[in-house]
Nanobody, 127 residues
Framework: QVQLTESGGGLVQAGGSLRLICAAS????????MGWFRQAPGKERTFVGI????????WYADSVKGRFTISRDNDKNTLYLQMDSLKPEDTAVYSC????????????????????WGQGTQVTVSS
């Protein structure tokens, strides 16, 4: 069974950077599109970005475009989220997720398309 574990969250000042890591256990990581989502206090979880199984397609939410970068290393079963120029409104619990279907192509996906989730890592950006 696949498990996802995020790390790299923390407290950072506005304008700073953090790099989140999502480590996947199990097999077939390289066959699945992966996504990042976030949930701010008192709000619903929202889409941050996705990367296709070989990294050929990457899509970001407008709110993070130009500041966040998603990448993956299939040899290491690892997904990354580089976050630069952080803003207080980026404060949230960030979770990685695996798409429910192998080799799925999706843009602006819904949460329901993802069936395996990590526990999340807290990112707090101070002003």
């Amino acid at each position: 069974q696949v498990q996802l574990t995020e790390s790299g969250g923390g407290l950072v000042q506005a304008g700073g950077s953090l790099r989140l890591i999502c480590a996947a256990s199990g097999r077939a990581f390289s066959e699945y599109t992966m996504g990042w989502f976030r949930q701010a206090p008192g709000k619903e979880r929202t889409f941050v970005g996705i990367i296709s199984w070989l990294g050929g397609t990457i899509w970001y939410a407008d709110s993070v475009k130009g500041r966040f970068t998603i990448s993956r290393d299939n040899d290491k079963n690892t997904l990354y989220l580089q976050m630069d120029s952080l803003k207080p409104e980026d404060t949230a619990v960030y979770s990685c997720a695996r798409h429910s279907r192998p080799r799925a192509v999706t843009i602006e996906p819904e949460e329901t398309e993802f069936d395996v989730w990590g526990q999340g890592t807290q990112v707090t950006v101070s002003s």
